[in-house]
């Protein structure tokens, strides 16, 4: 299995789709399911609303690289790993600029969710520079 992962992350365009997909992830967990609950995760809907039309523009920005990205796809990569590199410092600086109302439960949502992006810029920084 570890294997058929190395493969498929070492095609560079993929890394593209796995950044869209996750993004996309993130659009629809924020958008639908957090702000629906907002009160229950602690931060108002206007942030969350925010947050997710970030996660869809990154979404939206990593199809398109992953469809028409032929030439210089190291460029656009580069983009997108600066992109989740400054969407990680926004969402901790969220959780610190609210952290008497976010609640517990938003905490851990919001560090997993930059635990996970930096894995995935980690796979971005090593294609660009293994390629």
């Known amino acids: 299995m570890k294997e058929?992962?190395?493969q498929f992350i070492a095609k560079p365009k993929n890394i593209f789709l796995i950044d869209a997909v996750g993004a996309s992830l993130t659009f629809i967990l924020l958008f639908l399911?957090?702000?629906t609950f907002n009160n229950f995760f602690g931060l108002s809907k206007?942030?969350?609303e925010y947050l997710s039309l970030l996660a869809l523009a990154f979404s939206i920005y990593s199809f398109i690289c992953f469809f028409l990205a032929k030439n210089n796809w190291?460029?656009?990569l580069k983009?997108?790993?600066t992109a989740n590199i400054?969407?990680?410092i926004l969402t901790f600086g969220i959780i610190l600029y609210y952290y008497r109302s976010i609640s517990i439960f938003g905490i851990v949502?919001?560090?997993?969710?930059i635990i996970i992006?930096?894995?995935i810029v980690i796979l971005e920084i090593k294609s660009i520079y293994k390629n």
Do not use: A, M, N, P
């Open 33 to 35: 399911v957090l702000r």
């Open 74 to 76: 190291k460029l656009y």
């Open 4 to 6: 058929s992962i190395q």
């Open 109 to 113: 949502y919001f560090l997993g969710e």
């Open 117 to 119: 992006i930096i894995g």
């Open 79 to 81: 983009i997108i790993c």
């Open 46 to 48: 206007t942030t969350l």
């Open 86 to 88: 400054l969407y990680c």
